[in-house]
């Protein structure tokens, strides 16, 4: 059989015949797209957000990063007995964003949880941190 041929198999169930090399590809296709999707997910992701309740403004991303940026940016905040929120959803979310942005009005509700467990932390002088 050439080069040009296809592989063809039935398929046990269906009875259909299945172009081997085809089936491979997909097969592969399948495994890298699945592969990256891990990585990216695997990845850390750190956001800081600032925020003045007697202003009333929009809260302000201060800091973005991932990776070993996450890691300074969790090392800083521990350092300065800033109170932690670790959510993954909440962090992708505001990580699309740059750092001095203003966390968008469609967020607000994502964030309104973190910074009301940052104020009681703050108002108890604890240094906790929060696991979503």
């Avoid at 590809?25 to 990845?43: D, G, H, I």
């Avoid at 964030?111 to 929060?130: P, S």
Wanted: proline share 2%; no cysteine; charged share 30%.
């Amino acid at each position: 059989m050439s080069n040009k041929q296809k592989q063809e198999t039935k398929d046990q169930k269906t009875g259909r015949r299945i172009d081997e090399n085809a089936a491979r590809r997909a097969v592969a296709n399948a495994t890298k797209r699945a592969e990256a999707k891990a990585a990216a997910k695997a990845t850390k992701r750190a956001v800081a957000l600032k925020y003045d309740s007697e202003k009333g403004t929009a809260p302000i991303i201060t800091a973005v990063g991932k990776g070993q940026v996450a890691d300074k940016i969790i090392e800083l905040a521990e350092n300065s007995g800033v109170a932690r929120v670790e959510d993954e959803l909440q962090a992708n979310a505001l990580s699309a964003f740059d750092a001095g942005a203003k966390v968008p009005k469609f967020l607000y509700d994502l964030v309104a949880e973190v910074l009301l467990f940052i104020e009681e932390a703050d108002t108890q002088n604890q240094n906790n941190l929060y696991h979503r």
